[in-house]
């Protein structure tokens, strides 16, 4: 049911996040255009201000601009997520002190409930913006709205135009028609290409003509999706805050290889490294798996060479997140999917990954009616995660993992993990 909401939430959106976590550590890396690279160094996932106004796009291969990169002075770095999610956090953290209630929505973005600030909401939202900027380093932008749509469309003027200094607050009325009036469709939160094209074949090209839209012609356009997103531009949400976060259904570790993978032992030190991190994460979030399914595929985008796909599943019983039952299952359904001939050899296998489904909190598992005693696997796992804890990830690893890494992510302009390995802290010489 939609009801009217006038209590304001704000997005703060950390601007270029991927490049600014580089440049923090790096002053080298301002003023010049810098873009981050996805897994295996492939395409650009970021790109600095700079690099947007050299025309890169998003998702550009970056095999296709390096001539174009060298001509025109462009730092291409490889995607140091290590670095990204733990600034992240510290963004997190500092925004708990503004509000009690927070949802975070991806790495770089957060909804956050003002009410209660009244006519203070943007001088409140400008502190919460210093506070970020000051404590962790990282540029932001707020916007201020009565709905999540709207605080996103805000967001984006706050970005766009510097009359709003960095906050735009779309809780005044004359102000929502100015920004709505001059922002297309294109650019609002949940309107893909398809739709847009259907609502510009309507004479509908910005968001205030899509906030007027007919509610009975935005179903019939965009079904029952479309019309709540022009409900949630007219001031009523329909989306509202999750400060809990809802129970996660499912869970994925998926990487692509730095080079194929040819034979069974290299796709089983990967699976055993996916399936190892999956069982970690189960933990953190203090979940057990019912189902486990391995994947494995060729490069589709490769027809010359010999192609195929594999996709297995086990049931686990009991629910586990031992790191020795979830590696056991998946090197098994990884054996059953595997093609290859007698000598170990096969398809060279460019991603692979471990997906767990049927999740439940611990405390929830069923129990069997001969429940297995295993306190040692227990001691082990909490043992091998306290090492990795403590001197940092991959410490102590599955035998079965090995230690050559053939298979792992290409990462050749990777910067240091400064905020998490100890050993890769920045030098000072004085």
Not at 215 to 223: D, H, P
Not at 288 to 305: E, I, Q, S, Y
Not at 350 to 365: C, F, N, Q, S, Y
């Amino acid at each position: 049911m939609l009801e009217a909401y006038d209590k304001p939430i704000a997005l703060i959106d950390c601007n270029n996040f991927y490049v600014s976590c580089e440049r923090l550590f790096d002053p080298s890396l301002h003023g010049i255009p810098v873009i981050v690279l996805s897994n295996n160094d492939g395409c650009a996932v970021a790109r600095s201000d700079e690099a947007k106004a050299l025309g890169i796009k998003m998702g550009a291969p970056a095999f296709k601009m390096r001539d174009f990169m060298q001509r025109h002075g462009v730092k291409a770095l490889s995607s140091n997520y290590t670095l990204y999610g733990d600034l992240s956090a510290r963004v997190t953290q500092v925004l708990h002190g503004y509000s009690p209630r927070l949802d975070v929505y991806s790495i770089d973005e957060t909804f956050v409930d003002l009410s209660g600030f009244g006519d203070r909401m943007e001088a409140h939202a400008a502190r919460m913006r210093q506070a970020v900027r000051t404590q962790v380093g990282i540029p932001t932008c707020v916007g201020i709205a009565p709905t999540k749509t709207l605080a996103k469309l805000a967001n984006y003027a706050a970005k766009k135009n510097p009359i709003f200094g960095g906050v735009c607050n779309l809780m005044n009325p004359q102000v929502r028609d100015y920004v709505m009036n001059r922002i297309p469709i294109g650019e609002i939160w949940g309107v893909g290409p398809a739709t847009e094209a259907k609502l510009i074949a309507q004479g509908v090209r910005t968001a205030a003509a899509l906030r007027d839209l007919p509610m009975a012609l935005s179903r019939k356009i965009g079904t029952v999706v479309l019309e709540r997103l022009v409900a949630e531009l007219r001031g009523i949400a329909c989306l509202d805050l999750e400060d809990v976060p809802p129970q996660r259904k499912g869970m994925a570790v998926t990487r692509s290889a730095g080079t194929p993978m040819t034979t069974f032992d290299v796709l089983a030190q990967a699976v055993t490294a996916h399936a190892t991190r999956a069982a970690e994460k189960l933990r953190q979030h203090g979940l057990v798996a019912g189902t486990l399914t391995v994947f494995f595929h060729t490069n589709p985008h490769k027809p010359d060479r010999p192609q195929h796909s594999a996709s297995r599943s086990v049931r686990l019983q009991p629910m586990s997140n031992h790191t020795f039952d979830l590696v056991d299952a998946a090197v098994s359904a990884a054996r059953r999917g595997w093609r290859g001939d007698p000598s170990g050899n096969g398809c060279g296998y460019t991603k692979a990954g471990v997906i767990l489904d049927d999740l439940l909190p611990e405390a929830d598992r069923p129990t069997m009616l001969f429940e297995p005693d295993r306190p040692r696997d227990a001691r082990l796992t909490d043992a091998l995660d306290a090492i990795n804890d403590r001197f940092g990830k991959k410490t102590m690893v599955l035998a079965r993992e090995g230690f050559a890494g053939e298979w792992r992510l290409r990462a050749d302009h990777r910067s240091p993990r400064y905020t998490t390995r100890i050993s890769e802290l920045p030098t000072v010489r004085v």
